[in-house]
C-alpha cells in the first residue's frame, strides 16, 4: 500500500511554471507506476502524464505534451511535475495517483489507479 500527498500547487500567470510533488510513503515505490490526473470545475478528471516504475517509459496527455515533463526520484519516493507555458485551461485539482506494477507500459486509464492523493490546486491566470 502507498498514501500520496501533492504539493506545489499555487497560482500562476499565463506562461508561467509551477512543479508538483507527490510525496509517497511506503517501501515499495518503486514498484508503483504513476499517474498525473487533473480536473477542472464541472468537468471529468482527466489524464495528464504518467511515469512506470523506474522512470525509463513516460507519457503524456496531447494538451500537454512539449509543456509539461514528469519524472520520479525514488530515492526520495517523490514524482515531479514540472509544469512550463502554463495556459488558463491548465486550471484544475491536480491529483497524483498509483497502482502496482513494474513493466514498460503505462496506463492513462483512471481507473487502473488504486491510491490517490488528496489534489493540489493549480490556477493560471489570462
Known amino acids: 500500500q502507498v498514501q500520496l500527498v501533492e504539493s506545489g500547487g499555487g497560482f500562476v500567470q499565463a506562461g508561467g511554471s509551477l512543479r508538483l510533488s507527490c510525496a509517497a510513503s511506503g517501501r515499495t515505490f518503486s514498484s508503483y507506476t504513476i499517474g498525473w490526473f487533473r480536473q477542472a470545475l464541472g468537468k471529468e478528471r482527466e489524464f495528464v502524464a504518467a511515469?512506470?516504475?523506474?522512470?525509463?517509459?513516460?507519457y503524456y496527455a496531447d494538451s500537454v505534451k512539449g509543456r509539461f515533463t514528469i519524472s520520479r526520484d525514488n530515492a526520495k519516493s517523490t514524482v515531479y511535475l514540472q509544469m512550463n507555458s502554463l495556459k488558463p485551461e491548465d486550471t484544475a485539482v491536480y491529483y497524483c495517483?498509483?497502482?502496482?506494477?513494474?513493466?514498460?507500459?503505462?496506463?492513462?486509464?483512471?481507473?487502473?489507479?488504486?491510491?490517490w492523493g488528496q489534489g493540489t490546486q493549480v490556477t493560471v491566470s489570462s
Open positions: 511515469i512506470n516504475w523506474n522512470g525509463g517509459t513516460t
Open positions: 495517483a498509483a497502482y502496482l506494477f513494474t513493466g514498460q507500459l503505462i496506463s492513462t486509464n483512471k481507473r487502473k489507479y488504486d491510491y
